[in-house]
């Protein structure tokens, strides 16, 4: 089936610092691609849908500058976290459009 | 947008049939309707769809009544390894939409 690699699985990084989460689909193009956070033992919110060659659509309370989405080929997305902070702390998954939603397996970032 | 609102907790025995039944009271007319699974630390995994009456995989099966404003997703003698949070989606499968994601179902299966 359908197969979306995310990458790294986890990060640890150092205050200030910037992280690049990787978003590939495998077997398929994909135009449109949905970043999403999750903290512990709640539901995934939606931060931003990525769109091949064009801007992606942030949603409301998501701050663009801070997390930088690039969609450059139908194949490729990443969010890259800027001058992280301890509350950028979370899991990140993202997730491409395919008759639906193929989820890669997230990614957790530990800023300390 | 359809919104959803699911059970947040059930329990459950190993080889119990659990049936997850989801509202979406204000589904559009092309929308289907999607339920995943995740386990912690893990992306959503896709377990089936449908747009009306029953859809059965190896895995599960899926009742949507005639109106399409609920939906009841039926596990079949589940295991511990069911243990896992369940959330519905709905939306069209093509055309640009996002997804957004209810509370979810966290489904506890005991021994």
């Known amino acids: 089936g359908a197969v979306v690699s995310q990458h790294p699985s986890r990060v640890i990084c150092k205050s200030g610092t910037s992280v690049k989460i990787e978003c590939r689909s495998l077997d398929f193009q994909a135009t449109t691609m949905f970043w999403y956070r999750q903290f512990p033992k709640k539901s995934l919110m939606l931060m931003a849908t990525?769109?091949?060659?064009?801007?992606?659509?942030?949603e409301q309370g998501v701050e663009k500058d801070k997390f930088l989405i690039n969609h450059a080929s139908l194949t490729l997305s990443t969010l890259t976290v800027t001058s992280a902070h301890p509350e950028d702390s979370s899991f990140y998954i993202c997730s491409a459009r395919l008759q639906g939603l193929v989820f890669g397996s997230g990614t957790r970032l530990t800023v300390v | 947008l359809a919104k959803t609102t699911q059970p947040i907790s059930m329990d459950s025995y190993e080889g119990q049939e659990v049936n997850i039944t989801c509202s979406h009271n204000n589904i559009a007319t092309n929308d289907y309707i999607t339920w995943y699974q995740q386990f912690p630390s893990q992306g959503p995994r896709f377990i089936i769809q449908g747009y009306k009456t029953k859809v059965t995989n190896e895995v599960a099966s899926l009742f949507i009544p005639a109106d399409r404003k609920s939906s009841t997703l039926s596990l079949p003698r589940v295991s511990l390894s069911d243990t896992a949070v369940y959330y519905c989606?709905?939306?069209?499968?093509?055309?640009?939409?996002?997804?957004?994601f209810g509370s979810g179902t966290k489904l506890n299966v005991k021994p």
């Open positions: 990525s769109n091949e060659g064009s801007k992606a659509t942030y």
């Open positions: 989606l709905v939306g069209l499968l093509y055309n640009f939409n996002k997804f957004y």
